[in-house]
């Protein structure tokens, strides 16, 4: 078993799976839910000074994600005060409490929760991507709590690097990156209408879709300041959470994936973690802490896919889908024309056995198999 635990800010988390805010922290008994079902750490549902009245419906599936209009929590601030965080507390992992929104709703909030807190997490989902409100919140949950605070930054079109290192001068404890990426629109092509309610009937976008989006942003924020970051969006596997430990993230946060699958996936995405470590030489996730920050060998890479015969079963997927016809299957055996090849590298990834690989220095290899 390799070393899952990870420290963020102080705070010791048993594996670096938490919740990300949303539907799997909607009230106390769901928090418990994504206890037992292995997460490393709560964070629960962004609660605001009143309670959410979101547009019905809001939550769509759509391909690669999910499209939501939910707001933020429909639960009163009492509530959670007097029931939901208590009950979470009593799953005996840390607990982050999301809040919303600007200065002043913070500084009413934030002394409240605070008993129930192990750190805070800003939303800054509907406050716009000038940075004067984040500054605002940030300050006010400084100076109401001795607990560190997250801030939790929305792709909005905004310089997340930039994001990050305001919220680092203002005071900030830590970065959780991203929020769900919009607005979007989903249709129901029988009916025309949007999939979501709400006046324009769009939304925000989660899940894998997002997961490279939120890959580039937590390397670049990973880059800009020196604070730990919980990375999320679009994670589903250990694989997914290695990568974004390899981008620069202490922790991962899922909301997504808890949703469609359920609070197991949590402890299922600790144990594939696991899995992946052992299979790729790392002895503790801490180890994988962005390796990939400042990996890129930059402009064009040497040399050129080359065909793994051992692993080959001769199908048309890279044939198919390679936009040179740089690749034939020949006697069952997919052979690459070398002087067709533009060296585009999309068969590399397009190939489901790895029988495709990009030949990288032995030194860059981990675990026997060229990353993928
Ligand atoms: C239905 C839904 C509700 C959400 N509610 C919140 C929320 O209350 N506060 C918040 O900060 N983020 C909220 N999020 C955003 C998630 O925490 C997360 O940042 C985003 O969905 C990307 O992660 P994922 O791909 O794992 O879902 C919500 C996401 C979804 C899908």
Not at 174 to 195: E, H, Q
Not at 303 to 315: H, K, S, T, Y
Request: aromatic share 4%; with cysteine.
């Amino acid at each position: 078993m390799a070393d899952l635990t990870t420290d963020i800010a102080g705070i010791r988390f048993r594996n670096p799976i938490l919740t990300a805010a949303g539907p799997p922290g909607r009230d106390g008994e769901a928090l418990l839910r994504c206890a037992e079902g292995g997460a490393g750490g709560l964070v629960a549902k962004t609660i605001s000074v009143t309670a959410a009245q979101p547009p019905i419906p809001n939550i769509a599936e759509v391909q690669h994600g999910m499209v939501n209009i939910e707001l933020w929590s429909e639960l009163p601030p009492e509530r959670w005060l007097e029931v939901e965080l208590p009950l979470a507390r009593s799953a005996g992992l840390p607990l982050i409490v999301s809040l919303g929104y600007t200065g002043d709703d913070i500084a009413a909030l934030a002394p409240r929760v605070r008993p129930f807190a192990d750190a805070l997490e800003l939303s800054t989902h509907y406050i716009g991507e000038d940075a004067a409100p984040m500054v605002e919140a940030i300050r006010a949950a400084k100076a109401a709590v001795d607990v560190p605070v997250f801030v939790k930054l929305s792709p909005l079109g905004r310089e997340m690097a930039r994001a990050a290192e305001q919220a680092a001068s203002a005071g900030a404890d830590g970065i959780v990156a991203i929020n769900s990426f919009g607005p979007v629109l989903a249709i129901d092509p029988v009916t025309a209408r949007p999939r979501l309610g709400g006046a324009d009937g769009v939304g925000w976008l989660s899940g894998p879709a997002i997961r490279p989006l939120a890959l580039r942003c937590v390397r670049d924020i990973a880059r800009a300041v020196d604070l730990p970051i919980i990375g999320v969006g679009g994670i589903s596997s250990g694989r997914d959470a290695a990568e974004m430990l390899m981008a620069g993230a202490s922790a991962v946060g899922v909301c997504t994936a808890a949703i469609l699958r359920g609070p197991a996936i949590l402890g299922r995405i600790a144990a594939e973690l696991d899995a992946w470590l052992n299979e790729h030489e790392y002895t503790r996730a801490a180890d994988l802490g962005g390796r990939g920050v400042g990996a890129s060998p930059g402009g064009s890479w040497s040399g050129q896919p080359e065909i793994v015969a051992a692993a080959c079963n001769g199908c048309d997927l890279c044939t198919v889908s390679c936009p040179y016809r740089a690749i034939a299957v020949t006697d069952g055996l997919a052979v690459i024309d070398r002087t067709a090849c533009q060296r585009c590298g999309l068969c590399v990834t397009r190939c489901r056995r790895g029988a495709i690989e990009w030949p990288v220095p032995a030194s860059e290899v981990r675990g026997g198999q060229l990353p993928r």
